[in-house]
């Protein structure tokens, strides 16, 4: 029955945690040739991550002896490398010859796992830009709020005359042209900064720990970056308008985004005069 069933199944003694049977399902699961496994420890099969497979292997085991059943997710690695996602579920069975042995009954759900990233990524990121979205930006503006990270600074940027773009030249010139402002803002800004596109043409940072000259530095990166950009892009260069306000503890950073909006419209109506 084992040998003939749709699922991975493994057998291995609860004494040395020794793998003493494998179907043909589990070893093709894993990438084994028949009988491969037999009499190695099973912690073979887990992936290297945060813990090690030893690890890994002792907490499901303590579990085991606890509650007489282990059901959850599982980070695993074939024979040649490669790291997989399966569903296991493991019980207690007493064996004639290897005497109290735990069963585990394995399916792989890497396309699943795959999918629920790809989900929690989306929530989060704009589509078109690569960079976080409104409503996450929002979230970690009230997790900053609330955390001892300031002085925080906050960056408001526009992109100029981008309509003008889309109704010349079509939504695709203003897609890319708005996707290379992204890339610049990744490159201006530091890896624990909060860069999102907040839908149209504006964008914003949440800088922590940052004071009003750190913002001026990277404010300075920016426009340093957006003019190296335009080098090799003379037809639809980037043009920006940029606004900046720091706030102290205790100061709501509602109102300081508000106040650096006000200066980005500011730097973009003496750009029209």
């Known amino acids: 029955m084992m040998a003939n069933i749709t699922d991975g199944i493994l057998l291995y ?28 420890h099973v912690s073979i099969l887990n992936q290297p991550s945060v ?28 024979k040649d490398g490669t790291p997989f996602w399966c569903h296991a579920s493991i019980s207690t069975f007493t064996h ?6 735990w069963v585990a009954v394995q399916q792989d759900i890497t396309a699943r796992k795959q999918a629920e990233v790809e989900l929690q990524y989306l929530s989060t990121h704009d589509a078109l ?16 709020e609330r955390g001892r990270q300031f002085p925080i600074s906050l960056v408001m940027v526009d992109v100029d005359d981008l309509k003008i773009l889309n109704d ?4 695709a010139a203003g897609d890319q042209l708005l996707q ?13 900064d909060i860069v999102a596109r907040l839908g149209g043409d504006e964008f914003a940072a949440l800088l922590p720990n940052a004071d009003a000259k750190i913002a001026r530095q990277a404010l300075q990166r920016l426009r340093n970056n ?41 730097e973009k109506s003496k750009r029209k005069e």
Not at 51 to 72: C, F, H, Q, R, Y
Not at 96 to 101: A, M, T
Not at 240 to 260: C, F, M, P
């Open 226 to 266: 957006a003019l190296k950009q335009n080098e090799g892009e003379v037809e639809v260069p980037i043009s920006i308008s940029i606004g900046v306000s720091t706030a102290e503890k205790g100061q709501d950073l509602n109102l300081v985004i508000k106040q650096a909006d006000e200066f980005m419209y500011q």
């Open 96 to 101: 004639n010859v290897y005497g109290k042995v």
């Open 129 to 144: 830009t690569g960079l976080y979205n409104r409503a996450f930006f929002d979230e970690e503006m009230k997790r900053f």
């Open 51 to 78: 813990k090690s497979p030893k690890d890994v292997t002792k907490e499901i085991s303590a579990s085991l002896k606890e509650n007489g059943i282990w059901d959850g997710e599982i980070q695993n690695i074939k």
């Open 180 to 192: 290379r402002t992204a890339q610049v803002l990744t490159k201006s800004f530091r890896s624990e």
């Open 13 to 40: 003694k609860s004494s040395d945690e020794k793998i003493v049977f494998t179907n043909p399902q589990f070893e093709q699961l894993f990438g084994y040739e028949a009988g491969e496994l037999i009499g190695k």
């Open 168 to 171: 010349t030249r079509g939504h």
